[in-house]
Structure formats: structure tokens, C-alpha cells
């Protein structure tokens, strides 16, 4: 199995960035596709983004255009370039691997024990 874990989380006022970053390791054989899922208290866990192997990509209409994920084939890692953050950006953060493509289907996929993300006023 892919085992899969997240850094880069912590405390920003809003209007600030963050970068997330997701190490890779193990079978990577059924990670065709990797993205980012969210999960605020008392929420439903929601995809964020999604990156293919070949680079296409798929961002959840409320972070579209401040997020930016990306992936690095050969160290197997993950990123995830948040800008303009808001406070309603606060939450865990997971990385995930698998055959979910799709920012609805990502959060379906195997996935790292996250990363705190919190986004002040």
C-alpha cells in the first residue's frame, strides 16, 4: 500500500499562504491520480484538488484560482500552494492517492493522516 504523509500545516491570518506538502512511499502502482481533501469540524470531508499522473488537474469551485496543486513524479510528493486564504479554508488537510480523478472522487482515495490548517479573521 501507499503510505502517505502530510507537512506544512499551521496557523495564518487570512489573506496568507501556506504550502502543503505530501511524501509519497510504498506501492505507488494505484496512485494514477493524487489530490487534496479537507475535513472541518463538523463537516463533510470535501475533495480540494486532484492532479493525474500525466499533470491534468481539478480544483473544487471554492478554492479555484488561489489554491495551486502539483506533484513531483520522481520524489513521489505532493503540493498543495494555497494563496488568499480565508478563514472558511480552515481545516484538516489530507493528502490522498488512488484512482479517484476527480475532486468528488478524491475523497475516496487511500489518504495520510493530515494536517492542521487554521485560517484567522
Known amino acids: 500500500h501507499v503510505r502517505l504523509v502530510e507537512s506544512g500545516g499551521g496557523s495564518v491570518q487570512a489573506g496568507g499562504s501556506l504550502r502543503l506538502s505530501c511524501a509519497a512511499s510504498?506501492?505507488?502502482?494505484?496512485?494514477?491520480?493524487m489530490g487534496w481533501l479537507r475535513q472541518a469540524p463538523g463537516k463533510r470531508r470535501e475533495g480540494v484538488a486532484v492532479i493525474s499522473s500525466g499533470g491534468t488537474t481539478s480544483y473544487a469551485d471554492s478554492v479555484n484560482g488561489r489554491f495551486t496543486i502539483s506533484r513531483d513524479n520522481t520524489e513521489n510528493t505532493l503540493y498543495l500552494q494555497m494563496n488568499s486564504l480565508k478563514p472558511e479554508d480552515s481545516a484538516v488537510y489530507y493528502c490522498a492517492a488512488g484512482w479517484g480523478c476527480t475532486v468528488d472522487a478524491v475523497v475516496r482515495n487511500i489518504r495520510g493522516q493530515g494536517t492542521q490548517v487554521t485560517v484567522s479573521s
Open positions: 510504498g506501492n505507488m502502482d494505484n496512485s494514477a491520480c
